[in-house]
């Protein structure tokens, strides 16, 4: 089964930037479709963003103008780069792929 690993989260203030990265086992030219999911303490995982069928780009509202997924095919990694973070983004941040499984998720804090 493909394995995503998610890194470079951590704790920024609000208004403050990062980049997610998400490195998959496998080569990624070929899934058409990914993303980024969250999960906030005490919330249910949500979607933030995705790519359908490699083209079309789908961003949750809470998101759409502050944060940005790409992918880099010769890395195999897809990325999210997320701007103006604010308190109500802290989470868990997942990478997502059919084919993958959930990994461990990379922490983001963003403090008021």
């Known amino acids: 089964q493909v394995q995503l690993m998610e890194s470079g989260g951590g704790l920024v203030h609000t208004g403050g930037s990062l980049t997610l990265s998400c490195a998959a086992s496998v080569s990624i030219a070929s899934m058409n479709d990914m993303g980024w999911y969250r999960q906030a303490p005490g919330k249910q995982r949500e979607v933030v963003t995705n790519i359908i069928s490699g083209t079309r780009i789908n961003y949750a509202a809470s998101v759409r103008g502050r944060f940005t997924i790409f992918r880099d095919l010769p890395k195999n990694t897809v990325y999210l780069q997320m701007n103006s973070l604010k308190p109500e983004d802290t989470a868990v941040y997942f990478c997502?792929?059919?084919?993958?499984?959930w990994g461990q998720g990379t922490q983001v804090t963003v403090s008021s």
């Open positions: 997502w792929a059919p084919e993958a499984s």
